[in-house]
């Protein structure tokens, strides 16, 4: 059964930092692209970050490019969003998504619970 | 980036109804397109992916139609269960973008 599991999540001073991780299992995780979509309370859901199966091709929202970095760790099953110069308007949940394949195009086909972040002095 | 236009935003029903939402991409998406359900307090579940291909596990009441740049979700007899918000999603790119979603309730 392929379960995603984030952490990480709480509530952070704007302009703080903060690392999200989703935990992986069932699946190859080193074959599939993994994907960050947040949702802010009461919104709709925007996709944040993305990374090849391999790490070597990265992608980024306009909104958080050059703030937020996405990598993994295929060893350990791992997938990461450092998150820097926070900002109130990131307050979200962060739901770590599965790519459906490990090459574009690709949809989001299992996704974890979600952690919620939330940035507030 | 591709903006995805959904409608409604939302739709009152009832128990046996049979409803529709439109989504419209703003350029050419060659049918990328995905639809998810969730639930509050939920995480988004895939329904439908390349406009109409049903996920396993998902009952046949849910349907996909539709070709650039018009795409529908239909349920036909609305279930109990059928009760939650609906995104539609292209992901022709990597930048990969969503509809407004569209909540539908009980009548």
């Known amino acids: 059964e392929v379960q995603l599991v984030e952490s990480g999540g709480g509530l952070v001073k704007p302009g703080g930092s903060l690392r999200l991780s989703c935990a992986a299992s069932?699946?190859?995780?080193?074959?599939?692209?993994m994907n960050w979509v947040r949702q802010a309370p009461g919104k709709g859901l925007e996709w944040v970050s993305s990374?090849?199966?391999?790490?070597?091709?990265?992608y980024y929202a306009d909104s958080v490019k050059g703030r937020f970095t996405i990598s993994r760790d295929n060893a350990k099953n791992s997938l990461y969003l450092q998150m820097n110069s926070l900002r109130a308007e990131d307050t979200a949940v962060y739901y770590c998504?599965?790519?459906?394949?490990?090459?574009?195009?690709?949809?989001?086909?299992?996704w974890g619970q979600g952690t919620l972040v939330t940035v507030s002095s | 980036d591709i903006q995805m236009t959904q409608s409604p935003s939302t739709l009152s029903a009832s128990v046996g109804d049979r409803v529709t939402i439109t989504c419209r991409a703003s350029?050419?998406?060659?049918?990328?397109l995905a639809w998810y359900q969730q639930k509050p307090g939920k995480a988004p579940k895939l329904l439908i992916y390349?406009?109409?291909s049903l996920e396993s596990g998902v009952p046949s009441r849910f349907s996909g139609s539709g070709s650039g740049p018009e795409f529908t979700l239909t349920i036909s007899n609305l279930q109990p269960d059928d009760f939650a918000t609906y995104y539609c999603?292209?992901?022709?790119?990597?930048?990969?973008?969503f509809g407004q979603g569209t909540k539908v309730e009980i009548q």
């Open positions: 990374i090849s199966s391999s790490g070597s091709d990265i």
């Open positions: 999603q292209q992901y022709d790119s990597y930048s990969q973008t």
């Open positions: 998504a599965r790519g459906s394949t490990s090459y574009i195009p690709y949809y989001f086909d299992y």
């Open positions: 390349k406009a109409s």
């Open positions: 350029q050419s998406i060659n049918n990328w």
């Open positions: 069932g699946f190859t995780f080193s074959t599939y692209t």
